[in-house]
């Protein structure tokens, strides 16, 4: 839209200025005389123009200040407010089933590993060991009677072969006797009544031999037997007394589960637990969370990922210190999905009323523990993230596996210390006499176990058959 130049107001009267109707006579119209050319912008218009390039020049400056700031320092960063502080929630759970009896931690109190936290009632586990030593005593007895049928077996098997060289004497007379008899019966010297009585004494001999026979093969199946369940072992290494001795162990466990420690050093939160109550297996009493383990989860967009490292330097600030206490940490890894992609409800994008939402992946920052024991955090607390993404050089996933654990306890590696020498404490006390002491001074034998004993009535129990059975035999 133009404007029409400005009249000067003599000019605009002259303009206006028509003849009236009124005039008797007709009169010459002077002519009108046009505007007079402008020489330059009047004061006002020059003062707008000014300004006006000074607020051009002035915008031009903020734009090129702020693009060089972009281009030499805001590129280089990645920031988020979307960050919060995350930790392991160590939960405490029973492995086994009892009533709660004595509770020694709450809330916000701070416990170290090994401590006791829930004490649960012991007397069924109790009864249960004591029913499993006395199991493994029985067994180490029974066990010791196999052993011991071996030399009864084997002297069984010498009888009976005794018997079947008896029989056989007896046939070698009753033969001589009949063939005496026999050679007298020409001449009437023996009747025939003697004759016949010869000839049954060799018939019920040569039966004799056969049931002998018969014994000492079924001696010898049963001392065969027997021999299957002792060879190669000893009374301490017999499936038998194994089986009862696992079974001590398992109820020694737990008499000592009945008393749970905490896992790991931190801070009791969320107790649930009540005096009295019935709990089960697994089921959640308590959390301890170790503070000096906490990192950040700073979920960014997914168009801040494009220059995100691992090994990057991030600076954090918390809510709960302000922006006077600053923490110092690293990129330790990206996330491998959304927040959306692992949520309970993922979000079902083929429907047909779509609406397009930037996403967000968690990228895990790992923090300086010193600055966690001067400042300590709290997990959920809000936490803002910026990442220094000029360093380049990183990898945006981890390549290799973890070279130790992440975390461990050995907390729990002490229970079933004194369940060994409970186990070979009862099969010393059954062994007898004469094995018990060479079970428990004999020396390499492993943990748990009692070593052999090289006697001939226990070890060697087929051999010293063996050697019986020749002995007979000979005699």
Known sequence: MTSSPVLPEDNAMTVNAQPSSDSAAPSAVAPVPGPAPVSG??????????????????????GGAWGLYEWQ???????????????????????????????????TDF???????????????????????????????QVRTLYANNGSLAAQVSLRQADAVRAQSDIARAQDDLRRRQALTGNGAVSKEELNHAETQLANARSALAAAQAGVTAAREQLTSNQ??????????????????G?????????????????????????????????????????????????????????QLRKIRLGQPVKLTADVYGTK???????AGLGVGTGAAFALLPAQNATGNWIKVVQR?????????????????????????????????????????????LSQTQVYEALDSGADDDVQRIIAANLGRTLAPAAAARPGAPAGRVAPVETPATLHGESADKLALQKAVRG
């Open 228 to 245: 299957s369940l002792t060879e190669g072992t000893s009374v301490a290494q017999h499936p038998s007394v194994l089986a009862a001795a």
């Open 325 to 331: 206490v600053e923490y110092d940490g690293k990129v």
């Open 361 to 405: 992946v968690p990228v895990r920052i790992a923090l300086e523990p010193r600055q966690l024991v001067d400042h300590p955090l709290r997990v959920g607390l809000s936490m803002d993230a910026v990442i220094d993404v000029a360093e380049q050089g990183g990898k945006t996933l981890a390549d290799a596996p973890r070279a130790t654990a």
């Open 73 to 107: 320092v805001g590129s280089h960063y990645e920031s988020t407010d979307n960050a919060y502080v995350q930790g392991n929630v160590v939960q405490i759970t029973p492995q086994i089933g009892g009533t709660v009896m004595a509770i020694m931690a709450d809330d």
């Open 111 to 141: 416990v170290k590993a090994g401590q006791p936290l829930v004490r649960l009632d012991p007397t069924d586990a109790r009864v249960a060991l004591d029913q499993a030593e006395a199991a493994l005593a029985q067994a180490v007895r």
């Open 247 to 303: 079974k001590v162990r398992e109820a020694y466990l737990a008499t000592r589960r009945a008393e749970l420690p905490a896992p790991v050093d931190g801070y009791v939160a969320r107790r649930t637990v009540q005096l009295g109550q019935r709990v089960a297996a697994g089921a959640p009493l308590m959390s301890i969370v170790p503070l000096n383990q906490v990192w950040v989860d700073a979920n960014f967009k997914e168009v």
């Open 41 to 62: 912008p009047t004061p006002r218009n020059g003062k707008r123009r000014r300004a006006l390039v000074g607020i051009a020049a002035v915008v031009v400056l903020v």
